[in-house]
C-alpha cells in the first residue's frame, strides 16, 4: 500500500488511523444514500473509542470502512501510515487477516466447535498468535475451554467471540454494538471484557453502541449524525464498567 499520508501522520506516532473527507455513497438503484459526508478523525494508539448515533448515522460504514470491509466513495482513511483507500484486495484481505479483529452483535461461532477450537480457527491463520487457552483466559474463559456454544450463556459466547477475535494479537479491535444482544448485567460483563483486552494489550479499541450510558467507559466520545461528525469528547474521569447502568 502506496504511503500517501498527511504530514500530520508522518510526524505523530500515536495516529493509528486518519480519515481525511472521507465520504461513502451507496447507489440504490436511482436513490443515492450518504452515508457519510466528508469524516476528518484521527484515533490513536492504545485508546477506547466510543462511536454514537442513531441509525442510519454512518457509525457501521465508518468502521466497517476502518476495518477494511469496505471502501470509500471519496476521501483517505489510514492505517499506520499505510494508504487503505488505494489498498487493492489481496492488500485489504492481509490488513483485515493481520491487523484487525472484529467483534459484532451476533457471535457467529461454530456451533459444532468447543470454545477453544473457535478461537483456533483463528490462531492457525495468524502470523503471531495467542494461545487460544491465553486468549480465553483474558476474557475469563478459561474454565470454559471444552463447552460447546450450546452449553455456553449469550455473554460467554460473546466474550469466545472477543477471544477469538484478540487471539491473533491484532492492533486494533473493532467492536459492532457488542452488547446490543444482551442484558444489562451480562452486557457489563462484556464490556469488563472489552476494557481488559484494551488495557492489558494496548488494543485500540473502537466500540459502536446506540447505549449512551457504555460512553462512559471510553477515553473519547464521537458522536456521528447524518453522516457527519457532531461532537467529539474526552472523558477525564472514565467510569469502569461496573459503574454504568442502563
Same mark, same amino acid.
Given at each position: 500500500?502506496? #504511503?500517501?499520508? $498527511?504530514?500530520?501522520?508522518?510526524? %505523530?506516532?500515536?495516529? +493509528?488511523?486518519?480519515?481525511?473527507?472521507?465520504?461513502?455513497?451507496?447507489?440504490?438503484?436511482?436513490?443515492? &444514500?450518504?452515508?457519510?459526508?466528508?469524516?476528518?478523525? /484521527?484515533?490513536?494508539?492504545?485508546?477506547?473509542? +466510543?462511536?454514537?448515533?442513531?441509525?442510519? $448515522?454512518?457509525?457501521?460504514?465508518?468502521? #466497517?470502512?476502518?476495518?477494511?470491509?469496505?471502501?470509500?466513495?471519496?476521501?483517505?482513511? !489510514?492505517?499506520?501510515?499505510?494508504?487503505?483507500?488505494?489498498?487493492?484486495?489481496?492488500?485489504?484481505?492481509?490488513?483485515?487477516?493481520?491487523?484487525?479483529?472484529? +467483534?459484532?452483535?451476533?457471535?457467529?461461532?461454530?456451533? !459444532?466447535?468447543? *470454545?477453544?477450537?473457535? &478461537?483456533?480457527?483463528?490462531?492457525?491463520?495468524?502470523?503471531?498468535?495467542?494461545?487460544?487457552? %491465553?486468549?480465553? *483466559?483474558? +476474557?475469563?474463559?478459561?474454565?470454559?475451554? /471444552?463447552?460447546?456454544? *450450546?452449553?455456553?450463556?449469550?455473554?460467554?459466547?460473546?466474550?469466545?467471540?472477543?477471544?477469538?477475535?484478540?487471539?491473533?494479537?491484532? %492492533?486494533?479491535?473493532?467492536? /459492532?454494538?457488542?452488547?446490543?444482544?444482551?442484558?444489562?448485567?451480562?452486557?457489563?460483563?462484556?464490556?469488563?471484557?472489552?476494557?481488559?483486552?484494551?488495557?492489558?494489550?494496548?488494543?485500540?479499541?473502537?466500540?459502536?453502541?446506540? #447505549?449512551? %450510558?457504555?460512553?462512559?467507559?471510553? /477515553?473519547? &466520545?464521537?458522536?456521528?449524525?447524518?453522516?457527519?461528525?457532531?461532537?467529539? !469528547?474526552? #472523558?477525564?474521569?472514565?467510569?469502569?464498567?461496573?459503574?454504568?447502568?442502563?
Amino acid at each position: 500500500m502506496e #504511503n500517501t499520508l $498527511s504530514q500530520k501522520a508522518l510526524t %505523530d506516532p500515536r495516529i +493509528v488511523f486518519q480519515t481525511r473527507g472521507l465520504t461513502k455513497v451507496y447507489e440504490m438503484g436511482a436513490v443515492k &444514500v450518504h452515508a457519510l459526508r466528508g469524516i476528518d478523525l /484521527d484515533f490513536f494508539s492504545g485508546e477506547l473509542v +466510543v462511536l454514537l448515533g442513531p441509525s442510519g $448515522s454512518g457509525k457501521s460504514t465508518l468502521l #466497517n470502512i476502518l476495518g477494511g470491509l469496505d471502501t470509500a466513495s471519496a476521501g483517505q482513511v !489510514s492505517y499506520l501510515g499505510k494508504d487503505l483507500t488505494t489498498a487493492n484486495e489481496k492488500e485489504l484481505t492481509e490488513y483485515r487477516r493481520y491487523h484487525v479483529g472484529f +467483534v459484532f452483535q451476533f457471535y457467529n461461532l461454530i456451533p !459444532s466447535l468447543t *470454545a477453544k477450537e473457535n &478461537v483456533e480457527v483463528v490462531t492457525e491463520i495468524a502470523q503471531r498468535p495467542m494461545k487460544a487457552e %491465553d486468549a480465553l *483466559a483474558v +476474557v475469563g474463559l478459561a474454565d470454559r475451554l /471444552d463447552h460447546f456454544p *450450546a452449553q455456553l450463556s449469550g455473554g460467554e459466547q460473546q466474550r469466545v467471540a472477543i477471544a477469538r477475535a484478540i487471539s491473533k494479537n491484532p %492492533d486494533v479491535l473493532l467492536c /459492532d454494538e457488542p452488547t446490543g444482544a444482551l442484558d444489562s448485567s451480562t452486557g457489563i460483563v462484556v464490556l469488563e471484557a472489552l476494557e481488559r483486552v484494551n488495557h492489558e494489550l494496548g488494543t485500540t479499541t473502537v466500540i459502536i453502541t446506540h #447505549n449512551v %450510558d457504555i460512553a462512559g467507559m471510553a /477515553d473519547r &466520545v464521537i458522536h456521528l449524525s447524518n453522516g457527519l461528525v457532531a461532537t467529539v !469528547s474526552s #472523558n477525564t474521569a472514565k467510569k469502569a464498567p461496573r459503574e454504568l447502568h442502563w
